[in-house]
């Protein structure tokens, strides 16, 4: 069963604005007897100009400022804690109207940076290498949720009005945070048109890249309906090692999941799938297992994302050494795919990939030893009763 979205439980009780597709936004409008070029400069506001009272939106009359005031909010996320790294990847726990947080984080470059963006409190899934997996899911993030986490990211860099691509800081979004977006599509493409939307923040599908762990059925619409670049967490080239660390597995393998990456619209090779690929030593990292990728996509337009392993506090695995990391990504390169080794970036802050979770913590590292035992055992509990679960 689907999660349900947010429950409306919030102090204020008054709409928020920021979320709402240009046709909602319309109708809000006109029920206050507001003509409809109305639509257009509250648009630009919201999404070019950053507001977040309607004080500042100076050429609407006083009259129509006091009255959207008492009707509707503007709406963000407030921002329980911000964090920024020695490398200076910056993360936020983000809180919702109804006490829930998620986790955002800005990784930068040195002329541009992506924001990791999530779609859930919890995670759906139970990959066994993310720490994320181990959390319960809550609930689906809401259209205005998922977009208000870039809203605050833009906030924090100072990149409002809305900046020409030249001169942007925040240069891509990546869907890879906490929680598997295709399993609340519907309110994540709602939040994604409105970013794509050339009048307000104005990223277009190209700077935008989605991460699914396989549900197969989503793909194919996301691939109809938004276009952006597909990113694919597949950490294994056969079934039964997939499945072993990546449950979803079971229900889409391999040979349904790859068909689904094959009739992904517009794939070329200046548009390629990227496929994630975290190196778990001894799991899924011999020069095997690489060439056995090589055969799994080939055809596909493709590049690989190579992951070390990001430990956090109770995880069951640990990284690929460096040299078996570099000889799986020298076997990929020789058989014609570029097979790039990321960089870990803010592990010092539980910002690296696979490490968001909702209640973590900066820990140093005799902490992070002291309680390293304790939590291994509470991190295999919590799979096998979620596992039971499933099973149920």
Known sequence: MRPKDAPHAPTDTRTALVGLSRGELAAELASLGEKAFRTKQVWHWLYHRGAKTFSEMTDLGKELRAKLDERYIVGRPTVAREQTSTDRTRKWLMAFGDGQ????????????????????VGCTLTCRFCNTGTQRLVRNLTAAEILGQFMIARDSYGEWPTPTDERRMLSNIVMMGMGEPLYNFDNVAKALKIVMADDGIALGKRRITLSTSGVVPEIRRCGAELGVNLAISLHAPDDDTRTAIMPINKKYPLKELI???????????SRRITFEYVMLKGIN??????????????????????????????????????????????????????ATIRTPRGRDILAACGQLRTDSERLSAKEMRERETEERKLAQAAWDEKEAALKA
């Open 101 to 120: 947080k998620a986790e955002t984080v800005f990784i930068p470059e040195d002329d541009r940076g992506a924001v990791c963006i999530s779609s859930q």
């Open 285 to 338: 990292d011999s020069m095997s297992h690489a060439r056995a990728l090589t055969k799994l996509v080939a055809g596909i337009p493709a590049k690989f994302n190579l992951i070390p392993f990001n430990p956090w506090p109770g995880s069951l695995y640990e990284c690929s050494d460096a040299e078996t990391v570099s000889d799986f990504s020298e076997t990929l390169y020789k058989a014609g795919y570029t």
């Open 259 to 269: 068909a689904a990456c094959r009739d992904y619209p517009g794939l070329q090779n």
